[in-house]
Structure formats: structure tokens, C-alpha cells
């Protein structure tokens, strides 16, 4: 079985594949101050509840945005898995060029995104990803990476608003029944949420405008479904897509071992 890892500034994202199905798939937060020894005793756990044992993961790619996070997951895959993780960044092979000013810049999982809604879709793409951050990111319809736009994301701009106004509360991001609402929870959650579709809109058909085309918009991350449904732009949601890049990345590396 092959464990793909999505470390996240919020969340690290879990999934178990056997060959090319995906088995299951846990989300826990990110925690940068546990050891490999909790991080192997939580995933032991986790696999316990799914009566599987890590003695069945023989492989592991880790796509990691959280630098200390890293040294502690490889240790984890040496000591208790036996397995030398795969990590993607420079080296390992993508199959995807990436036309940045400086390619080491872009964030292991907008290029995890990339390359596995290129593998899906084989056309001209912007994925959306509703993380911490907000990525956009455009791929052509040849398969390059040609860069993209990054903007705060929804839960931290909920945060923030708890925090800087004194009487506003924390509320829950969901769709309010009116945009004209009335009563304080309501009203924040139409400013959140048609505010942020309307940032999504605005930044897609602008980058439409930019690279020519109709590239297809594809969303993904904890609230793609949510903003999808709000949203003029979006053309489909793959909660999917990051843990399914990490197979393929995987895939590409090992094939060319063994050829």
C-alpha cells in the first residue's frame, strides 16, 4: 500500500491507496511540535480503526508546505514504516514544466493540484484551492504550469474579523439563507462567503481574460463545495485532487526506476 501525506498550514491530509484506488482518507491538524514518534503512534491509530496495520504501507510521498514538519514525518517513515519517503519538490520528477520565474518558489501542492487535474482533464485549466491560502493557478492546454495568484483564505479572513471587531462574533462559514440577512450571524456569513465567491470570479475571469481561452475551472480544499455553489466560475469540485497528484507523482517516479 502506498501512504500519500498533504501537510497543510491548517490540516495534513491523509490517504491509503492500493495500486491506484484510493482506500481511505483521514484529516488531522497540523501540529509542528509532534514527534515521529506521536506522528507514527497517531497513524497507527487511525489505521487500527480500519483493522490495517503499518507493516502494509510499503511506500510514502509526502507533499509538505511546513518546513519543521518534514524532518519529523521522514523520521517516522525510516523508524516505524521501513520506507524512504518521496518528497516532492526539486528532484523528483513531475512530468510537468513549470514556467515560474523561479520554479522552487511554487508550493509542492499547487504543482500536486497541477499535475493532477492536467492528468484528469488534458486541457487548459485553472485549480482552485480553498486552503489556509487561496491558490489559483493556471496550467495551459499543452500541460505547463504557467503560474497563478495567491489570496487569503476564507478562514482566515472569518479569523480575522472575530478578532479585529470587538462585537462580531465567530461564526460558522456556511451559506446564509439571504444575501439581505437579518441578524448578525447571517450577516457575516453573506459578507464571507458571496464576498469571497466574488473574489473568486473576479480573479478566474480575469486570468480568463488574461491567458485567452475558456480554460476549465476546477476547485478544491476543505471549502471548494461550499463556495462552488456560490460561485459563476467554478466548473467542478475534486475534493480529491491533491492526494490523487501524489499518486501520479509517485507513479511517475517509480516507473522510471524500474524501466
Known amino acids: 500500500m502506498l501512504l500519500v501525506v498533504d501537510v497543510g498550514n491548517t490540516n495534513t491530509v491523509l490517504g491509503l491507496y492500493q495500486d491506484s484506488q484510493l482506500l481511505h482518507s483521514w484529516r488531522i491538524r497540523t501540529d509542528k511540535s509532534r514527534t515521529d514518534d506521536e506522528y507514527a503512534m497517531l497513524l497507527n491509530d487511525l489505521l487500527t480503526f480500519k483493522d490495517l496495520r503499518l507493516a502494509m504501507i510499503k511506500a510514502v510521498i509526502v507533499s509538505c508546505v511546513v518546513p519543521p514538519m518534514l524532518d519529523a514525518l521522514t523520521r517516522m517513515c525510516r523508524t516505524y514504516l521501513q520506507a524512504e519517503p518521496y518528497v516532492v519538490g526539486p528532484g523528483l520528477k513531475t512530468g510537468m514544466a513549470i514556467k515560474y520565474d523561479n520554479p522552487k518558489e511554487v508550493g509542492a501542492d499547487r504543482i500536486v493540484n497541477a499535475v493532477a487535474a492536467y492528468d484528469k482533464f488534458r486541457q487548459s485549466l485553472i485549480v482552485v484551492d480553498f486552503g489556509t491560502a487561496t491558490t489559483f493557478d493556471y496550467i495551459c492546454d499543452k500541460g505547463e504550469y504557467q503560474g497563478g495568484a495567491i489570496a487569503p483564505g476564507l478562514g482566515i479572513s472569518a479569523e480575522a474579523l ?25 450577516s457575516i456569513q453573506s459578507g464571507m462567503l458571496f464576498g469571497y465567491a466574488g473574489l473568486v470570479d473576479g480573479i478566474v475571469n480575469r486570468m480568463k481574460r488574461e491567458v485567452g481561452g475558456n480554460p476549465l475551472v476546477v476547485a478544491t480544499g476543505g471549502l471548494a463545495e461550499c463556495i462552488a455553489e456560490a460561485s459563476e466560475t467554478i466548473d467542478a469540485v475534486d475534493g480529491q485532487l491533491t492526494l490523487d497528484g501524489l499518486l501520479i507523482i509517485y507513479q511517475r517516479n517509480t516507473e522510471e526506476k524500474t524501466n
Open 162 to 186: 472575530h478578532e479585529r471587531a470587538s462585537k462580531l462574533p465567530r461564526v460558522e462559514i456556511c451559506k446564509p439563507p439571504l444575501v439581505v440577512a437579518k441578524n448578525t450571524v447571517n
